[in-house]
């Protein structure tokens, strides 16, 4: 249980200290910082368990919460004829509160960021994953593009093939025409030959 002394202050000023949350650590509460050597003195309290802070919390929030809390107890004494509260614990619960709304906005603020960084993340996820659909798309048509490019390689390699025969062939014929043309033209000598013949053979049966 944690214990408090209550003085007059006059002057205060409220100081802050960054909480580890770490097994077996201890917790260092906000404290009040007194000046002219009056204030309030709250002992340190040590917690064994390991507290755990789910996303988007903020842990200030929690921290100012238990200082409301701690003034709402001098609220309870002073209900139950306890004295009245200084006015300095007063102005001091007040600035709590500020700070209490002001760091409630701010966790609010940081929900909203959280939620809109959650949605830009399935966004991308869902654009990675159209983008990853098409590039197996782009690569299936790759690959039947390749094995069409390697058919049309074949064909192209088969026709070359063919030309070449039919080059060949042609210098074949080419060769026979020639040789069927010096044919001709010694056929053509030896009938001019033998009509020659045939016109003194009809001489001499003339005569």
Request: proline share 2%.
């Amino acid at each position: 249980m944690e214990k408090k002394t209550i003085s007059k202050n006059t002057n205060i000023s409220v100081e802050e200290e960054i909480i580890d949350v770490v097994p077996s650590a201890k917790i260092i509460e906000p404290k009040i910082v007194e000046e002219d050597s009056i204030g309030i003195n709250i002992i340190e309290a040590e917690e064994n368990a390991f507290t755990s802070i789910p996303i988007c919390t903020n842990t200030k929030i929690d921290e100012e919460n238990e200082r409301i809390k701690d003034s709402k107890l001098f609220q309870d004494d002073k209900e139950e004829g306890g004295g009245n509260i200084p006015s300095n614990i007063i102005d001091e619960i007040n600035l709590i509160k500020i700070n209490n709304d002001q760091l409630t906005k701010e966790n609010d603020s940081l929900k909203t960021n959280y939620y809109n960084l959650t949605n830009l993340i399935d966004a991308i996820k869902k654009e990675k994953s159209k983008c990853e659909f098409e590039n197996d798309s782009l690569k299936e048509q790759n690959t039947e593009l390749r094995s069409d490019n390697d058919s049309l390689r074949s064909d192209n390699e088969t026709l070359r093939s063919g030309n070449d025969s039919l080059r060949s062939d042609n210098e074949m014929l080419k060769s026979d025409n020639d040789s069927l043309r010096n044919d001709n033209e010694t056929l053509r000598s030896d009938n001019d030959s033998l009509r020659s013949d045939n016109d003194s053979l009809r001489n001499d049966n003339d005569s």
